[in-house]
């Protein structure tokens, strides 16, 4: 039933261009070129041709064979001076004939090598869309780069749009050392986009929200404040929920499919590709080490011996193992103290009422801390023994 009503859920989160905006076509030497469905044209001209300074349009044409049996095309757009590659994950409304302006404009911008691709059934893809096929399309995507591209995940960056966020946080919890993510518009999950549930289904598409606790690498989140498709909180929450979140960017007035049109849009995340070419692992190990929140060393010039929890919090007992504080320096001078530690001044553990968690807190507000060694000698440790003589009360 629940695989029934996802497919069901997936008619109404995939909407295909009809008919598609470009055609594949096979060239006598054996390699596939994009045109135009209105036109005729080549993309690649119509873009503008061929700029070895990176602001071209030379592109690849790939058909990639998927492990559910359908075959997706994709672009691979080169640029010379790049460092990094971005994995574009579209939204489901558009084609890889749309985004290809798009598409030059971002390799020439940000600097970097891009693959996009489109799902199965949109564009010249073959199959019917659905979450598992996206699935399948994007590691089929990664795995293309690798082999043909030389491509690492530690120099990949994957970038989803809208529904495009949902394959790329599933092939980004599955790599540990990815470089980057950058959610555009992105959602918790198919089902959150029409009503707002905090609840599980077996049913709901792109659990993105249970997926993006497990990406450990940074996260960049762009979100419209208007966005009257996905709510931006859909957005906030995720970065919320992120582990490395990088610094968001929240486009005043922006809506769900115009951000591309502001200024801070391409700034924000030239300002991200940069900081992710210029991290290193010394730094990724730096960032891991702070966030690990590794046990207080006690203090050597305390004695805490015959009892770890003693400097941990006071009142109770933290584990029923640990026994009664012992200090092996005032059981040699407990009747006459003879070192400073015993003198009641809050550092021995057996007279530091605040520290010892088996010691009782005192109750009574006029029992204050000792303040001459005199006072030792009256047994004033509790009300009833107190000392009115001694002027250091």
């Not at 044409?61 to 574009?88: D, E, Q």
């Amino acid at each position: 039933m629940g695989c029934v009503i996802s497919n069901l859920s997936a008619k109404f989160a995939f909407f295909p261009p009809s008919p598609p905006t470009y055609q594949i076509k096979k060239q006598e030497n054996g390699k596939l070129n994009a045109i135009y469905t209105s036109s005729s044209m080549p993309l690649t001209s119509a873009a503008g041709g061929v700029d070895d300074g990176g602001g071209g349009c030379s592109v690849d044409v790939l058909s990639l064979c998927t492990k559910r049996g359908n075959k997706i095309v994709a672009f691979y757009l080169k640029n010379p001076y790049a460092r990094l590659t971005l994995l574009y994950s579209h939204g489901n409304a558009a084609d890889l004939g749309q985004l290809f302006d798009l598409f030059v404009q971002l390799k020439a911008n940000l600097r970097v090598n891009l693959m996009g691709y489109d799902y199965s059934g949109y564009g010249a893809s073959s199959g019917k869309p659905t979450e598992l096929n996206t699935y399948a399309d994007i590691e089929a995507v990664y795995e293309c780069l690798q082999t043909e591209y030389g491509v690492s995940q530690e120099d990949l960056i994957l970038y989803g749009q809208s529904v495009g966020s949902g394959p790329t946080l599933h092939l980004a919890s599955k790599l540990p050392r990815l470089r980057g993510v950058v959610l555009h518009s992105a959602i918790l999950s198919g089902l959150r986009v029409v009503c707002h549930v905090d609840c599980r289904f077996c049913f709901d598409i792109y659990k993105n929200v249970n997926k993006i606790r497990k990406v450990k690498c940074p996260t960049l989140v762009i979100h419209g404040t208007e966005d009257d498709v996905v709510n931006w909180q859909h957005g906030n929450r995720l970065w919320k929920m992120a582990k490395d979140p990088y610094e968001p960017l929240w486009v005043k007035g922006g809506g769900h499919c115009n951000l591309e049109l502001y200024p801070d849009y391409i700034r924000h995340l030239y300002k991200f590709i940069y900081d992710m070419e210029t991290m290193t692992t010394k730094t990724q190990l730096t960032k891991i080490k702070l966030k690990v929140r590794l046990p207080k060393k006690p203090n050597p010039g305390k004695s805490t011996a015959g009892c770890y929890c003693c400097c941990i919090k006071v009142g109770r007992p933290r584990c029923p193992e640990c026994p009664k504080p012992q200090c092996p320096k005032c059981n040699m001078c407990f009747g006459k103290p003879k070192y400073p530690e015993c003198l009641g001044l809050g550092r021995c553990c057996c007279f530091s009422w605040t520290s010892c968690c088996w010691w009782p807190k005192l109750k009574c507000p006029d029992v204050k801390l000792l303040k001459c060694p005199s006072c030792l000698k009256c047994g004033c440790f509790t009300c009833l023994g107190k000392c009115r003589r001694c002027s250091c009360w």
